[in-house]
C-alpha cells in the first residue's frame, strides 16, 4: 500500500525566505508524486507532479520539488515566499498516472509573515 | 470553462437526519470521485466513477452513504442517518479517465455540521 508522511502540521516562514515542505512516501512500486494546494475555502488545486520523467519537477506559482529515492522524499521549495502562498499543501501518492487513487497526506498549513 | 460545482457549500443537520450532496464535474470528465475531509486531514476517497460505473467504492460506509451518478454526468452523495462523526467536508472531483496528467480538479466542497 502507498502512503505518505508530512514532516509539520505548520510551517511559519517570513516573506522572501525559502519555503520547504516535507513529504516522505511508501510504495511497493514506483510511485507518482503528487502536491496540492488548498486556500482556505476552496477546492484542492494541482502544483506539481512527478510521474518517473525528470526528478526535478517545477511547478505553478515558483514551487518545485525533487524525487530522491534513495531518501523516499519529495520535499516541496520555493526560493522566496509570497504572502499568497499562505495555504494548506498535501503530498499525495498514486500508483497510476491517472492519478485515480491518490492518497493523501495530512497536509502542511503554510503561514507567511510579513 | 466552468469548474466542478458542489452543492450546498454549508448544511447543518441534526443526528440522525438524511442530508445529500450534489456535484457537477467539468463537461467532459467522465471520472468523478467523492472524497472526505476531516479537519486536520487530507481527503480519503470515497467513491471513483468512471461513467456511471462505481469502479472504487471500497470506502464507502455502505451502511448509512449511498451515492449515485445517473447519466454519467451529475452526482449525488447521501448520507442517512447522518452521525455526529459525518461532520466533514465532502469534495467532489473530476478528470479525464484517459488522460495521464494525474491532475483532479476539485469543488470547493460541502461542509457538513451534524448536531
Known amino acids: 500500500a502507498q502512503s505518505v508522511t508530512q514532516l509539520g502540521s505548520h510551517v511559519s516562514v517570513s516573506e522572501g525566505a525559502l519555503v520547504l515542505l516535507r513529504c516522505n512516501y511508501s510504495s511497493s512500486v514506483p510511485p507518482y508524486l503528487f502536491w496540492y494546494v488548498q486556500y482556505p475555502n476552496q477546492g484542492l488545486q494541482l502544483l506539481l507532479k512527478y510521474t518517473s520523467a525528470a526528478t526535478l519537477v517545477k511547478g505553478i506559482n515558483g514551487f518545485e520539488a525533487e524525487f530522491k529515492k534513495s531518501e523516499t522524499s519529495f520535499h516541496l521549495t520555493k526560493p522566496s515566499a509570497h504572502m499568497s502562498d499562505a495555504a494548506e499543501y498535501f503530498c499525495a501518492v498514486s500508483k497510476e498516472t491517472s492519478g485515480s487513487r491518490l492518497t493523501f497526506g495530512e497536509g502542511t498549513q503554510l503561514t507567511v509573515n510579513p | 470553462e466552468a469548474g466542478v460545482v458542489q452543492s450546498p457549500r454549508y448544511k447543518i443537520i441534526e443526528k440522525k437526519q438524511p442530508v445529500a450532496f450534489w456535484c457537477n464535474p467539468i463537461?467532459?470528465?467522465?471520472?468523478l470521485y467523492w472524497y472526505l475531509q476531516n479537519l486536520g486531514q487530507g481527503p480519503e476517497l470515497l467513491i471513483r466513477?468512471?461513467?456511471?460505473?462505481?469502479?472504487?467504492d471500497s470506502q464507502l460506509p455502505k451502511d448509512r452513504f449511498s451515492a449515485e451518478r445517473l447519466k454519467g454526468v451529475d452526482s449525488t452523495l447521501k448520507i442517512q442517518p447522518a452521525e455526529l462523526g459525518d461532520s466533514a467536508v465532502y469534495l467532489c472531483?473530476?478528470?479525464?479517465?484517459?488522460?495521464?496528467?494525474?491532475?483532479?480538479?476539485f469543488g470547493e466542497g460541502s461542509r457538513l455540521t451534524v448536531l
Open positions: 472531483a473530476s478528470s479525464y479517465s484517459q488522460g495521464v496528467t494525474g491532475e483532479l480538479f
Open positions: 463537461s467532459g470528465h467522465n471520472t
Open positions: 466513477y468512471e461513467n456511471e460505473e462505481a469502479v472504487d
